[in-house]
């Protein structure tokens, strides 16, 4: 206003000093807008930058969490797997020891059934064995006795030898290792 007094008046001099402190004015208070302007937006850039940096710090929180649940996850799983191996492998293992128990059992039912016919066939051995005795004591010439004492022999040796290979051979595959056992007992 005093810049349009003083043309008005046609003071050119006090009129261009008050255009120029009207002018530093309005730039000090457009300076003043802008540095207010220019402060708002630096909080602000800040402010989204913190928010912006803790959502990133929540996300590699969530990821991190995410990640460890999963292999926690993951770990139960195998852990899972590994105890049903483990069960069936010991289920697995039960049955064939189910399996082998009958299957000895089976080999001492038979063991047993041979041996008492090996032992009734003994029996009828040595009975027979004691009729050509009888026979030898009756025979009338000493060839007769001779060939029935051979006879008689024969027989007492061949049930002796017989009954005790097949129960060996039946020892033998129902308890196998019976004899290494025994044998190591002995040298130790």
């Given at each position: 206003?005093?810049?349009?007094?003083?043309?008005?008046?046609?003071?050119?001099?006090?009129?261009?000093?008050?255009?120029?402190?009207?002018?530093?004015?309005?730039?000090?208070?457009?300076l003043?807008?802008?540095?207010?302007?220019?402060?708002?937006?630096?909080?602000q850039?800040?402010?989204?930058?913190?928010?912006?940096?803790?959502?990133?710090a929540?996300?590699?929180?969530?990821?991190?969490?995410?990640?460890?649940?999963?292999?926690?996850?993951?770990?139960?799983?195998?852990?899972?797997?590994?105890?049903?191996?483990?069960?069936?492998?010991?289920?697995?293992?039960?049955?064939?020891?189910?399996?082998?128990?009958?299957?000895?059992?089976?080999?001492?039912?038979e063991?047993?059934?041979?041996?008492?016919?090996?032992?009734?066939?003994?029996?009828?051995?040595?009975?027979?064995?004691?009729?050509?005795?009888?026979?030898?004591?009756?025979?009338?010439?000493?060839?007769?006795?001779?060939?029935?004492?051979?006879?008689?022999?024969?027989?007492?040796?061949s049930?002796?030898?017989?009954?005790?290979?097949?129960?060996?051979?039946?020892?033998?595959?129902?308890?196998?290792?019976f004899?290494?056992?025994?044998?190591?007992?002995?040298?130790?």
């Open positions: 206003m005093l810049y349009k007094i003083n043309i008005a008046q046609q003071d050119s001099s006090a009129a261009f000093r008050y255009f120029v402190l009207a002018k530093q004015y309005e730039d000090s208070l457009f003043d807008e802008k540095q207010k302007t220019l402060t708002s937006l630096e909080l850039y800040k402010f989204e930058k913190n928010e912006q940096d803790l959502m990133l929540r996300q590699r929180r969530n990821v991190a969490i995410i990640i460890i649940s999963g292999c926690l996850l993951f770990s139960l799983i195998i852990i899972v797997l590994i105890l049903n191996q483990l069960r069936l492998k010991a289920k697995k293992l039960q049955l064939e020891k189910e399996v082998h128990e009958r299957e000895l059992e089976f080999k001492n039912k063991m047993v059934i041979n041996v008492m016919s090996l032992m009734k066939k003994n029996e009828m051995l040595a009975e027979l064995s004691e009729k050509l005795i009888l026979l030898e004591k009756e025979a009338n010439s000493d060839e007769s006795r001779d060939t029935i004492k051979k006879v008689a022999r024969e027989v007492q040796k049930q002796e030898e017989e009954i005790w290979k097949e129960f060996s051979t039946r020892f033998k595959e129902v308890h196998g290792d004899y290494d056992k025994l044998l190591k007992d002995i040298r130790h």
